[in-house]
């Protein structure tokens, strides 16, 4: 690909769109809405009239139209899984992250492979199958080689109750030859986030370091799919700047990937700003994002781009996650720990965190809450083993045949949870909402899962479809 400057990104397009549809009319409003609804996304300017919603009737609407949306794509399923953050090294000067390079007020530790298989064995036993590895951005001596490393050891690390089934990845931005080695190391999803779309605000928080250089990061994603990595994870932080723009600039990103390899990000994360040690402006964001134009974010997000999975993270209370879980999010941390070494008390637990957590429930005391709101935690990892990525899978879901899939699997790798790591109280929960889910099931989607759930309950494990 000859293309390294990120183009695509249109603010003066952005800017006038914001401008025309600042205060859109009620009719513009049912319109796009109604659009939405037909799960073919939206344009541009339609989310940016999305955005413009202040009347309460309207934001009741659009929240009533993403659940549909949610429910209709998705069912009552929520994908779980847990960061494991290997170093917090960084050559970057961010200004709202604590990693930064000269924030001399943080513990840095780099994970040994034998850390590294501490922690992760930490994270099956609690009944985890899908990681998020995390690192800073810097490599100690083995440099990229160490997150190769780092990798395998996490696919090498079994216990009796089993093992680690898929790894997505949040690393610096790589060059095609290392995406390539990234790809052949068998993992499922690379993520990156721009943080901020705005090349004045980007150049305000990120003064030091390869970060600093904006197309770099802007043009990881196209990288990584050339180097045939077709599930990739997109986002910004909300707080640095206006999140219309940062919304719009975003939808410029996902349009350019479509346009260039036919298919968009497999996720989108919405992470908001959240106190970090060293950090001034994490503490007191330039463009607080509030809560309920929070849930407009991620409502908005789940219209704009219906196939595309939303991640909320443990940076929001457990309050916020719950609220958002009914406006289109698909996936969420639990249990989780931004530190390194800190899912094990062998390691070393004072070691610095990102950020703050809103939070800090256990992985079962998440589980039992989701469930008890009928939700159903999936550990299923069983599209990635298949080959369902990139335009596989979003060739079945937006027919709607992939939840013939989704929503066995994720019964089954449920009871497997049930059976092998829940709390009573939670297996009960459990076990009743497994059952009422089949019953109100029909055909083959019914008839797997009822199969599936059974060879689980039988000593079997990992079974998918």
Known sequence: METTTANFINEQEISNILSKYSKPETLQVREVLDKAREMKGLSLQEVAVLTGITDPLQLHELFETANHIKDTIYGKRLVIFAPLYIS???????????????????????????????????????????????????????????????????????????????????????????????????????????????????????????????????????????????????????????????????????????????????????????????????????????????????????????????????????????????LGVSQISAGSRTNPGGYDDEIDADVSSQFSLGDHRPLDEVIRDVAGMGYVPSFCTGCYRLGRTGQDFMDLAKPGAIKAHCGPNALSSFMEYLNHYASSETRKIGIQLIEDTIHQMNGLPKERARKLVNRVNEGKKDVFC
């Open 88 to 326: 917090n090294l960084c050559a970057n000067e961010c200004t709202y992250c604590a990693f930064r390079a000269k924030n001399k007020d943080i513990i840095r530790r780099v994970l040994t492979q034998k850390e590294i298989s501490i922690e992760t064995e930490a994270l099956i036993e609690q009944g985890h199958k899908r990681v998020l590895l995390v690192g800073g951005e810097a490599y100690p001596r083995q440099g990229f080689q160490y997150v190769l490393d780092s990798i395998k050891t996490i696919y090498d690390t079994k216990t009796e109750k089993g093992d680690i089934r898929r790894i997505n990845v949040n690393v610096a931005p790589l060059d095609i030859d290392e995406f390539k080695l990234l790809k052949d190391a068998k993992i499922g999803t690379y993520q990156i986030f721009q943080e901020t779309y705005h090349h004045e605000t980007y150049s305000k928080v990120h003064l030091e370091g390869k970060k600093r250089d904006y197309n770099w990061r802007a043009m990881a994603l196209h990288r990584a799919m050339e180097a045939g990595i077709d599930d990739v994870g997109i986002g910004v932080l909300f707080g640095l700047f206006d999140y219309r723009f940062e919304m719009l600039a975003m939808m410029q990103h996902i349009f350019e990937l479509e346009k260039v390899f036919g298919v968009g990000p497999h996720t989108i994360s919405v992470p908001r700003l959240e106190p970090a040690t060293g950090s001034d402006i994490a503490s007191h964001p330039p463009f607080a994002v509030a809560d309920l134009e929070f849930r407009k974010i991620v409502a908005i997000l789940r219209l704009a781009v219906p196939y595309t999975g939303i991640i909320m993270s443990t940076r929001e209370t457990a309050q916020m996650r719950r609220d958002t879980f009914a």
